[in-house]
């Protein structure tokens, strides 16, 4: 049940006050539903994280924190439940497409899509007046048929796949696939200086400002930052700069403190067991760790681009007059990535070597 938290949130505050009534879809909220791609739950700072996140820290402020929220363990299982409000196998989604084993494949549950036995949210929200936007990451489905502008979304611009790079040089995360970009259901490519954040704003800004009449909106903007790869545009790769030097152990543990502060977790809270395949700090050599600062400044980084152009859409949202009739949902689909990315699906250290640069000086 706590799966299905969010949907039912958003469906019970929009629609069940006006079902069987003749009430106009304009007294009803828009909506923006913000969903961040692998950002972990202590990340940002109303919960625990020393990521600089104004715009987020202003939101938690004026609203709710969900304290309580489950999420799935991965990226297009979690939207699944998402956007049909049902368990993730109900959905099709039983295991990403990516990761089906073999005795998964054709089963039911398994699709590897969010199949037809569902309803998307989407379509629910389109039917009772609204109106659907939808810029960023769908990861629920690569054939035509299953694109979201099929899925209730009237106006989308969407990369199909779970991951790529954030520039325009639409290169393929893992091995062996293209990315995939439409808009409105038609294959496109991003524009040059393309940077994911930045475009996937000003898609959904773009949208809600061209609408014309006085019905309520859905506008769904689905970030693929944090995800990897590493990427950030060069005037923000310093951001953070010596921010971890101290390593990733004692960020660990000052984070937590922070948590035990806020409330986030109780008093008597303490860190859980040290994953064994991860080296502790301690035990990097001096070279390791600068590459390991490094990442976490980067890291950082895309969080608190993320954070700034989230400032933009409400900034948005306040110059049109629309904020105060706008219901803002922000959350991550699921945590933090703990995959290097030579562990993705036919991909290996000598492939990420070839089509990578990852020296400390790149």
Known sequence: ??????????????????????????????????????????????????????????????????????????????RSMLFSGNDNHVAGLGNMNELLAPNQVGQPGYEGFLNDRVVSMASLLKEAGYHTYMSGKWHLGEEPDQDPSKRGFERVYTMIQ???????????????????????????????????????????????????????????LSFTAPHDPLHVPDEWLDRSKGQYNDGYNALRTSRLARMRELGIVPDGTVLGPWMKQVPEWKELTAEQKKLEIRRMEIYAAMIENIDHHIGRVLQYLESSGKKKDTLVVFFSDNGANGFEMDSYPGTDKAWVEHNSDNRFSN
């Open 162 to 220: 779970g991951g790529t790079s954030h520039f325009d040089d639409e290169w393929m995360m893992y091995a062996n696939y293209t990315p995939t970009y439409r808009e409105d259901g038609v294959r496109t490519h991003v524009p040059q200086g393309f940077y994911s954040t930045e475009f996937y704003v000003n898609q959904i800004v773009k949208y809600m400002d061209e609408q014309k009449d006085d019905k309520p909106f859905f506008a769904y």
């Open 1 to 78: 049940m706590k799966k299905r938290l969010l949907t039912l949130i958003l469906l019970t505050l929009v629609l069940a006050p006006f079902l069987g009534t003749t009430t106009e879809a304009a007294d009803r909220p828009n909506i923006l539903l913000i969903a961040v791609d692998d950002m972990g739950y202590s990340d940002i700072g109303p919960f625990g994280g020393e990521i600089k996140t104004p715009s987020i820290d202003s939101l938690a402020k004026q609203g709710v924190k969900f304290t309580n929220f489950y999420v799935g363990p991965s990226c297009s299982v979690t």
